[in-house]
């Protein structure tokens, strides 16, 4: 165990020193060395909200915003349903009042067929439905949400919310937010180093919802503006950034298309008068049903509808076959970079409210690294003197080893780019303590080997053989604890797992690696000690 080749001894020393560089930039950015500029885009180990300052938000979904969601996609799929049927089921009075959909059947023989065409669209995901089926007045079908159906409803909701918020936010720049649910339909946003909180509240309460739907050309704007509109339409009013802002217009309220079929936006501008727009690429499906509705109404007005109001109204000129389509508006450069990342990173299934705002200073951080230093410094120097005194030489080793053992630790987080925490402070502080009960294991066995009678050489290469086996069992026992913890933790508690895993690998490197590598190139220089 003792035999280090000269290949050997340079692959560790390469290793150990190129892990520890990676620890550099993080040292220097921290401590102020030169320029910020220059280690900005170096690997660093990012700090968490409770270290760096920024901004925890609260957010709230709204359950009857997904039950309205649904219960419009039920319409929209029901008439789809009743039109596909062989033959076409004929319908009338649809109403959605009081959250139920219920529509009269013109033919009261068309019962089982309209029930057979509407089991697919109300079954839920396990044994219950998602809608119950009734029939009333033997043509009345009356559709009612369930509440099992709404709780999957919200489910699904939420957890596509937590996915769009992630990519907005890291869209913005920032470094390792913390996104998670917090109960049935509230999500903890948490952004260390945040220095526009404002900014980040504007753009998560905006569900950034993108629908194309065609313009009532039946409608009279004396009623449109009374705010009065024809049977099957609705009215929106045009954005304040509009050229047409304060005015409205009646729309159809079904038949139209949401960008859920997007795929892509990016901002840009129109070659015909430089003017900024955004330009949207739609998926297969999308663009098959933006070709469909722009052949089939030529020459007809269609409102593009982001958030409930209108952005603009246009012509179809011609059919729109490619799959990618324009928006115009009175956009800024900002503003169409803004609607392209929310565009981008999808429309947020449910509008969020921020019903709690807490804003962390970054002073309370640098408070909690300087206290957390301080004790990992008192601490480290009094291990380092016991060390030195108790075991000599080798508890020169141990020292080297603990200081390149942060170091390593240091520099593999920032590979990894993680986040440090508070909580991961004091598992650098158990990883201090942890390597040097390796250091203690090792060199306690080898004062028993000496005590037994062994020379010296067979003495460190028995204690190192024997001590690794209690040092790899209490650290794989420690590698399950961190695992769960960091798999069923969130936040600060995943932040302490990360530290304590990445330190339970440091520290088998550095005791049972380096400081061997260090004590058999010390007794392979001195054969006369061998023999003692």
Do not use: C
């Not at 038949?255 to 892509?264: A, E, H, K, V, Y």
Request: net charge negative; no cysteine; glycine share 10%.
């Amino acid at each position: 165990m003792l035999d280090f080749p000269l290949w050997k001894k340079l692959s560790l020393w390469v290793m150990t020193l190129a892990l520890a560089a990676l620890a550099v930039p993080s040292l220097m950015g921290a401590g102020g060395v030169g320029d910020a500029s220059m280690w900005e885009d170096m690997p660093q180990v990012n700090l968490g909200l409770d270290l760096a300052g920024g901004s925890h938000l609260l957010l709230e979904a709204d359950r009857e915003d997904v039950a309205a969601q649904r219960l419009e996609n039920l319409e929209e799929n029901m008439r789809l349903a009743m039109r596909n049927a062989q033959p076409r089921i004929r319908i009338g009075d649809i109403s959605t009042a009081d959250g139920r959909l219920s529509f009269l059947l013109d033919n009261p023989g068309d019962v089982d067929r309209a029930r057979s065409a509407l089991e697919p669209l109300i079954a839920g995901q396990g044994i219950t439905n998602d809608w119950d089926l009734n029939f009333t007045d033997t043509q009345r079908v009356v559709l009612s949400p369930t509440s099992a159906g709404i709780d999957a409803g919200v489910d699904e909701a939420m957890n596509s919310a937590v996915e769009v918020v992630r990519l907005r936010i890291d869209n913005l720049g920032t470094r390792e937010p913390t996104i998670i649910r917090q109960g049935s339909n509230r999500i903890v946003v948490q952004v260390p180093g945040l220095e526009d909180p404002e900014g980040l509240k504007e753009l998560l309460g905006e569900t950034a919802v993108l629908e194309f739907k065609l313009v009532d050309k039946d409608a009279l704007p004396t009623n449109v503006q009374a705010g009065i509109a024809p049977p099957g339409s609705e009215i929106y009013p045009f954005s304040d950034e509009s050229d047409f802002a304060g005015a409205s217009l009646a729309v159809e309220r079904l038949g139209g298309i949401r960008g859920d079929n997007l795929t892509s936006a990016s901002p840009g501008k129109d070659p015909r008068d430089n003017r900024d727009v955004v330009n949207i690429t739609f998926d297969p499906q999308g663009a098959t049903k933006f070709a469909k509705l722009s052949t089939e109404n030529v020459g007809e007005r269609f409102a593009i509808i982001l958030d409930g109001k209108i952005i603009s109204a246009p012509e179809f000129n011609e059919p729109i076959l490619g799959g990618s389509a324009q928006i115009s508006g009175n956009f800024t450069p900002e503003s169409a970079k803004k609607l392209a990342n929310q565009l981008d990173s999808g429309a947020l299934p449910v509008e969020l409210t921020v019903v709690e705002e807490r804003t962390v200073g970054p002073d309370l951080g640098a408070d909690s690294i300087r206290k957390g230093l301080i004790a990992m410094l008192i601490g480290s120097i009094a291990v380092i003197t016991l060390m030195m005194a108790t075991y000599g030489r080798f508890g020169i080793y141990a020292t080297v080893a603990l200081v390149f053992n942060v170091l390593i630790l240091l520099g593999v987080m920032a590979g990894l780019n993680a986040t440090l925490t508070l909580p991961g402070i004091a598992g650098f502080v158990l990883t201090v303590g942890a390597a040097v009960d390796a250091n203690v294991l090792i060199n306690e066995r080898i004062r028993e080997e000496r005590k037994r009678g062994r020379k010296v050489l067979a003495a460190v290469e028995t204690g190192y053989k024997e001590a690794s086996r209690a040092i790899y069992d209490a650290n794989i026992t420690n590698l399950i604890a961190g695992a769960l913890l960091f798999y069923f933790g969130s936040g600060p508690i995943r932040g302490f797992a990360i530290v304590l895993v990445i330190g339970l690998a440091t520290t088998v490197f550095t005791a049972l690696m380096l400081t061997r590598m260090w004590a058999a190139g010390w007794l392979k220089s001195r054969p006369a000690d061998i023999n003692i």
